[in-house]
């Protein structure tokens, strides 16, 4: 946006969406944004995206089991668990 000087109103409108949704996907703090908005906004600006799936490596994994070790919350060693399980499995 800075390259071309996109205001978030030509942007928006570019996708066409609103002022609100750009503002949402340019939010550094918005963990749910989708693949689609993410590829529409590209898209606006000249860009692609590619999404690359690869299994995590040997020292990705052990990084996570040390965080599983010492974890108090159930909830946070749940995310944790199926996290490695994804990782180690390459789903």
């Known amino acids: 946006m800075k390259e071309d000087n ?3 109103s ?3 409108e570019r996708m ?4 609100t949704a750009v503002r949402r996907i340019l939010d550094d703090r918005n963990t ?3 693949f689609r908005s993410m590829s529409r906004a590209a898209q606006a ?11 995590m490596s040997p020292g990705e994994l052990g990084a996570l089991a040390h965080r599983l ?12 668990v199926a996290k490695i399980t994804d990782g180690f499995y390459g789903s």
């Open 45 to 55: 600006v000249g860009l692609k995206i590619k999404l690359v799936a690869e299994p």
């Open 32 to 34: 749910s944004i989708t």
């Open 69 to 80: 070790a010492g974890n108090k919350n159930s909830t946070e060693s749940a995310r944790l």
């Open 16 to 19: 066409g969406t609103a002022r």
């Open 6 to 8: 996109l205001s978030i």
């Open 10 to 12: 030509t942007l928006a």
